[in-house]
């Protein structure tokens, strides 16, 4: 290609690029490079503009101390950028340090408050106070993230409160502990204000008690030998009508009160209708190299006693790496653990996709026998590892037209 040649494609391209340049208002295009897409918005998420009737302000009260000492106020900065790049100029983002606008006043007012986080400086370890806080302004309501600190559940943490302000509602979630033995306040206060910050209200709810129509979703927390018929057909009913519902359940029992004692369960009206919504809970355990340890006390020849920590492979450790990165719940998941968890399998259900949201890292297995759980059992953990190892559902969603599992049936009394 001659030289003149070259000259009038570099030319034209440069056109090109500045004619782009000047219609970016119109015509845009960003590129997102981080590992896993974690600055990509979901088809919901760009989406959410069309919902808005009126503009929408997103302040992010961060420190510039914290962004001097961490990766996360970037993150979070770059992912609400994305929010205002999709909104055809309905959401606005502004980045605030309260300390040197001196709004702190007014950051506490909404309910960002200051924390506190150890730092290392100059080989010296400290305490920094910083903000780190999202507010969400429409119209004369306010949604507030209280602290935010990762990317995690924050695409959807926004579009939750941006979807409530628009609905002027606020999101009520419930509690269904299926066990006498558990009290929510107690046994699980660290999930209570986890979802009361994620801007929940959460309202708990007793087996054969009515489910409110106005909740969100609902958790249901066991219930595999202690839910009736009753139980059943108020759920049953609750999710035929579009209702969101988790469930915590378990195929197999092991007592953490006692002696670790162990049992699959037996016949359960909860997992016969899971089954109904194309769900098998197995009665079996699942355990994985990837797990967490537990201290074990063994006693030495000379009967003195230590305590040595156990890889312990009931414990199994979800990894992000093994979570669907498209599904909304799970495209930012952070992983998790679970205590002594039972695997799922999917049933084809005519109207009905199942996706399976969080499995196993390749290193899991199923316990299907013979259960050993106790820490002095070690060597019966691994006798079937080998025979079943591989990546093991976990966290399956099912999503479609559900048929209520007692139609043609008497209703239950």
Same mark, same amino acid.
């Given at each position: 290609?001659?030289? $003149?040649?070259?000259?009038?494609?570099?030319?034209?391209?440069?056109?090109?690029?500045?004619?782009?340049?000047?219609?970016?208002?119109?015509?845009? !295009?960003?590129?997102? @490079?981080?590992?896993?897409?974690?600055?990509?918005?979901?088809?919901?998420?760009?989406?959410?503009?069309?919902?808005?009737? %009126? $503009?929408?302000?997103?302040?992010?009260?961060?420190?510039? &101390?914290?962004?001097? +000492?961490?990766?996360?106020?970037?993150?979070?900065? =770059?992912?609400?950028?994305?929010?205002? #790049?999709?909104?055809?100029?309905?959401?606005? *983002?502004?980045?605030?340090?309260?300390?040197?606008?001196?709004?702190?006043?007014?950051?506490?007012?909404?309910?960002?408050?200051?924390?506190?986080?150890?730092?290392?400086? &100059?080989?010296? #370890?400290?305490?920094?106070?910083?903000?780190?806080?999202?507010?969400?302004?429409?119209?004369?309501?306010?949604?507030?993230?209280?602290?935010?600190?990762?990317?995690?559940?924050?695409?959807?943490?926004?579009?939750?409160?941006?979807?409530?302000?628009?609905? $002027?509602?606020?999101?009520? +979630?419930?509690?269904?502990? #299926?066990?006498?033995?558990?009290?929510?306040?107690?046994?699980?206060?660290?999930?209570?204000?986890? !979802?009361?910050?994620?801007?929940?209200?959460?309202?708990?709810?007793?087996?054969?008690? %009515? +489910?409110?129509?106005?909740?969100?979703?609902?958790?249901?927390?066991?219930?595999?030998?202690?839910?009736?018929?009753?139980?059943?057909?108020?759920?049953?009913?609750?999710?035929?009508?579009?209702?969101?519902?988790?469930?915590?359940?378990?195929?197999? &029992?092991?007592?953490?009160?006692? =002696?670790? =004692?162990?049992?699959?369960?037996?016949?359960?009206?909860?997992? %016969?209708?899971?089954?109904?919504?194309?769900?098998? *809970?197995?009665?079996?355990?699942?355990?994985?190299?990837?797990?967490?340890?537990?201290?074990?006390?063994?006693?030495?020849?000379?009967?003195?006693?230590?305590?040595?920590?156990?890889?312990?492979?009931?414990?199994?450790? !979800?990894?992000?790496?093994?979570?669907?990165?498209?599904?909304?719940?799970?495209?930012?998941?952070?992983?998790?653990? @679970?205590?002594? #968890?039972?695997?799922?399998?999917?049933?084809?259900?005519?109207? @009905?996709?199942?996706? *399976?949201?969080?499995?196993?890292?390749?290193?899991?297995?199923?316990?299907?026998?013979?259960?050993?759980? $106790?820490?002095?059992?070690?060597?019966?953990?691994?006798?079937?590892?080998?025979?079943?190892?591989?990546?093991?559902?976990?966290?399956?969603?099912?999503?479609?037209?559900?048929?209520?599992?007692?139609?043609?049936?008497?209703?239950?009394?």
């Amino acid at each position: 290609m001659k030289k $003149n040649q070259l000259l009038i494609m570099a030319t034209f391209s440069c056109l090109i690029f500045i004619l782009l340049f000047l219609n970016a208002s119109r015509h845009w !295009l960003r590129l997102d @490079l981080s590992k896993g897409k974690a600055y990509t918005l979901s088809k919901v998420s760009r989406e959410l503009y069309l919902e808005l009737d %009126e $503009n929408i302000v997103i302040t992010y009260y961060r420190s510039e &101390k914290l962004l001097q +000492i961490h990766p996360a106020p970037r993150q979070i900065e =770059d992912l609400l950028r994305e929010y205002e #790049a999709h909104s055809h100029s309905k959401i606005r *983002v502004v980045i605030d340090d309260p300390v040197k606008s001196k709004s702190t006043e007014t950051a506490e007012r909404l309910r960002v408050f200051p924390q506190q986080m150890q730092i290392v400086e &100059k080989d010296q #370890a400290g305490v920094a106070t910083v903000y780190t806080g999202i507010v969400i302004e429409y119209l004369d309501r306010t949604a507030v993230i209280p602290v935010a600190f990762s990317l995690g559940m924050l695409e959807y943490d926004v579009r939750s409160r941006i979807r409530s302000l628009l609905r $002027n509602s606020t999101r009520i +979630i419930g509690v269904l502990l #299926a066990s006498s033995e558990l009290i929510w306040a107690k046994d699980f206060a660290y999930a209570d204000r986890a !979802l009361q910050s994620a801007g929940f209200q959460v309202r708990e709810l007793e087996p054969g008690q %009515e +489910i409110p129509s106005l909740l969100s979703s609902l958790i249901v927390i066991g219930g595999a030998e202690s839910l009736d018929d009753w139980d059943l057909y108020r759920l049953d009913s609750f999710i035929h009508l579009g209702g969101k519902v988790l469930f915590a359940v378990e195929g197999v &029992k092991v007592n953490s009160r006692t =002696d670790l =004692d162990v049992r699959a369960i037996a016949d359960s009206p909860l997992l %016969e209708m899971l089954q109904a919504y194309g769900v098998r *809970v197995e009665r079996q355990l699942v355990l994985d190299r990837a797990s967490l340890t537990i201290p074990f006390q063994t006693r030495n020849a000379n009967g003195t006693t230590s305590v040595r920590l156990l890889r312990y492979p009931h414990w199994v450790s !979800l990894l992000k790496e093994f979570a669907d990165k498209i599904h909304p719940p799970t495209n930012r998941f952070p992983g998790i653990d @679970l205590f002594w #968890a039972s695997p799922f399998s999917a049933i084809p259900v005519e109207g @009905l996709s199942i996706t *399976v949201l969080v499995g196993t890292s390749p290193n899991g297995w199923r316990m299907t026998r013979d259960f050993a759980t $106790n820490p002095g059992m070690e060597a019966l953990f691994y006798a079937e590892e080998v025979s079943n190892k591989g990546g093991i559902p976990m966290v399956i969603a099912v999503s479609g037209r559900f048929r209520s599992v007692f139609h043609g049936k008497p209703k239950p009394t």
